[in-house]
């Protein structure tokens, strides 16, 4: 398994703001993920970040929008730039079990409000 | 491309009745299946997964899901709820030999009256 954490834990941003949240991991992994959830809704995959390349970003999702860094094997950051309302949502990072398990690991969560 | 349902959005119970959260699912072969739990405030949390195999597969916190190929359905059960259960389920499919990524139905909330 793999225990993940986030910071912030949660924040409340203004209108046209940046916001990078950070997601640790306590083991090297190749694969990690970052997903939107919002109000009332499930999951969305906003990207895959791999270590040493750019990420892969989902339909609907724009490098511009959501910068994402992964300068090591145990971290990663997004970042949520120039927010509006429409942004608030809690923001998810996860890694891949590995072993062919196909399963994630979540972190907490990090709960964003904008204003 | 895969599709998940959560038909149900909320489920209320009393503590100790028993629970079924559906989940169908769209593929075209056998997926991998799996059930999230949420609680509030907090990341999801695997209970259990199918990959091949027995259909009924068990999982932590009491709970089994059952894989029904005729009905593309992976249900999630169990005999006696308590309070601490209510949280949002997930049901979540990956396809076999494809993306590793997974297709996460809507949620179902569980809320447990004492």
């Known amino acids: 398994s793999a225990v993940i954490s986030q910071k912030p834990s949660r924040d409340i941003c203004q209108r046209g703001t940046s916001l990078t949240i950070q997601c640790q991991v306590d083991?090297?992994?190749?694969?990690m993920f970052w997903y939107r959830q919002q109000p009332g809704q499930s999951l969305t995959l906003i990207a895959t970040?791999?270590?040493?390349?750019?990420?892969?970003?989902e339909s609907g999702f724009v490098i511009d929008k959501f910068p994402i860094s992964r300068p090591n094997l145990t971290f990663s950051t997004l970042t949520v730039s120039n927010m509006s309302p429409e942004d608030s949502s809690i923001y998810l990072c996860?890694?891949?079990?590995?072993?062919?398990?196909?399963?994630?690991?979540f972190g907490p969560g990090t709960r964003l409000t904008v204003l | 491309a895969q599709s998940v349902t959560q038909p149900d959005i909320h489920i209320t119970v009393s503590e100790g009745a028993s629970l079924e959260l559906r989940c169908n699912y769209s593929?075209?072969?056998?997926?991998?299946l799996f059930w999230y739990v949420q609680s509030p405030g907090q990341g999801l949390q695997l209970l259990l997964k199918?990959?091949?195999?027995?259909?009924l597969v068990q999982g932590i916190k009491g709970f089994e899901a059952e894989f029904k190929r005729s009905q593309s359905s992976f249900n999630l059960r169990k005999p006696s709820v308590h309070w601490s259960d209510a949280a949002e389920y997930f049901c979540?499919?990956?396809?076999?030999?494809?993306?590793?990524?997974?297709?996460f139905g809507r949620g179902t909330s569980l809320i447990v009256h004492p």
């Open positions: 970040a791999n270590q040493g390349s750019e990420a892969t970003y």
């Open positions: 083991s090297q992994v190749t694969m």
């Open positions: 593929y075209g072969a056998t997926p991998y």
């Open positions: 199918y990959f091949s195999g027995d259909t």
């Open positions: 996860s890694v891949e079990a590995g072993g062919g398990g196909n399963e994630q690991f």
């Open positions: 979540a499919v990956v396809a076999s030999g494809g993306s590793y990524i997974p297709t």
